[in-house]
């Protein structure tokens, strides 16, 4: 007789991560994840073990946990290893003192400095200034350096990069003639090891001499900028060493310019592949309407969010998480992009909706080391969309999306191009001129 036992059906077979096919679309691997192993162990590119943490009720309570520490000492693994965590070059140039490396108590008080100059008001009163910087940078996507019109452009390159650049280094009180040497720094860190060997190290060491010869001058002779709200906050009986203001700037510029690249690139590309909500998006900003503006950068962010995974976490001690035991001193990663596709918090999680109210995603994380520079990278992206939509209403992708690349790195999630096409502006081309900033605020 015919055995009548149904057979369990076997699991489809576990994705390989960490590909460049991955990268373009990492997704549907994550989905595997999710069902099948939502606490995953896997050995990075770069050789380390490491826990992968992809449903979101166990994100938010591995971002919570106390008991996960950013402090790399707490790294079970070897010397070798502990170099192979964090942000490339910060070892090297003695930059670890910034909030993604530390815990309370030394956390509390960093982040509670760092507040009293970065307050929602200064973000608030930035506002023209963005707006003037991104104005300036859409003119000069028009016009190519002989000042001749053009309708093509790389949106990456020519404006998703220089804009938080620009914005960073006006915030944090950069020269206008030096903000040309961050752009180059920045623009080798953000390569993810693409440039020459040793670059990200060499550039690193050069922000750190320049942001330490800067803190000099201001504390001399402060400004109404970041880095003299710094040192006035630590001139006011409390107490924040110089390579501490050095460290908060150095992570309040990276951090503050490849999210904001990666939110404009990313979002610009995802309203190009979903042409009836970028309609939508485009006739409310036309009315003049902020509502639909406000809940689609929101969405953007859940959708295809600027930073894949959030930062290391090492387990203080053994703990559970999803029912899966860590061991002491092992690395935990949360997926962020996997936990915002859970469809268990997200109805319809893989559909872009513009419009969704019942958003709470984790793209800038949670608990204590929620992004602090949130809300100024909101306040870009809308800036970006809304002026890019409104002067250049006919965007459009100038290439094929199989063609496009993602940048490496295991943090951060972003396009290394973007290539555009547009109908130019009546009186669009003049001098030639990109989008240098004339002058700080």
Request: with cysteine.
């Amino acid at each position: 007789m015919p055995d009548e036992t149904a057979a369990t059906p076997a699991a489809p077979p576990a994705p390989t991560l960490f590909t460049w096919e991955f990268a373009a679309d990492p997704y549907p691997a994550y989905a595997w994840l999710r069902e099948h192993s939502p606490v995953h162990r896997t050995t990075l590119p770069s050789g380390v073990d490491a826990w992968l943490v992809t449903r979101y009720a166990d994100a938010r309570q591995a971002l919570a946990d106390a008991r996960l520490s950013k402090n790399r000492g707490h790294h079970s693994e070897g010397a070798n290893a502990k170099n192979k965590v964090g942000i490339p070059g910060e070892r090297g140039a003695d930059l670890m003192t910034h909030l993604l490396n530390i815990d309370p108590p030394d956390h509390t008080r960093l982040r509670r400095l760092v507040s009293k100059a970065f307050t929602p008001r200064r973000i608030a009163e930035f506002a023209p200034r963005v707006q003037e910087l991104t104005d300036r940078l859409i003119d000069g996507l028009q016009t190519d350096e002989a000042g001749a019109v053009k309708s093509e452009a790389d949106l990456i390159h020519e404006f998703a990069f220089p804009l938080p650049i620009y914005t960073i280094c006006d915030l944090l009180g950069v020269p206008p003639e030096d903000q040309d040497d961050f752009r180059d720094w920045a623009g080798m860190m953000i390569r993810h090891g693409g440039g020459p060997r040793g670059g990200v190290a060499r550039s690193v060491k050069k922000m750190r001499a320049y942001l330490l010869e800067l803190i000099h001058r201001k504390r001399a002779d402060p400004g109404d900028d970041l880095i003299s709200g710094l040192i006035k906050a630590s001139d006011h009986g409390e107490h924040l060493s110089e390579n501490e203001a050095a460290a908060m700037a150095f992570i309040l510029l990276f951090a503050g310019f490849e999210t904001t690249v990666n939110l404009i690139g990313n979002g610009v590309y995802t309203l190009l592949r979903h042409p009836e909500q970028r309609a939508q998006l485009q006739a409310s900003i036309a009315r003049g309407e902020t509502d639909l503006l406000e809940t689609a950068v929101e969405e953007l962010l859940r959708y295809d969010g600027p930073v894949e995974l959030a930062t290391w976490r090492f387990a203080t001690e053994s703990l559970t998480i999803g029912g899966q035991r860590i061991g002491e001193g092992q690395p935990v990663l949360v997926v962020l992009a996997a936990a915002d596709r859970d469809p268990d918090r997200f109805d319809g999680p893989d559909t872009l909706d513009l419009a969704r109210r019942d958003n709470q995603h984790v793209g800038y994380g949670h608990g204590i080391h929620y992004c602090l520079g949130a809300p100024l990278a909101r306040l870009e992206a809308q800036s970006a969309l809304a002026t890019l939509l409104t002067r250049l209403p006919d965007l459009r992708l100038a290439a094929e999306p199989d063609d496009l690349r993602w940048r490496g790195g295991l943090i951060m999630r972003g396009l290394r191009t973007l290539p555009v096409g547009f109908t130019p502006e009546a009186g669009a081309g003049g001098s030639g001129e990109s989008g240098i900033p004339e002058s700080t605020p």
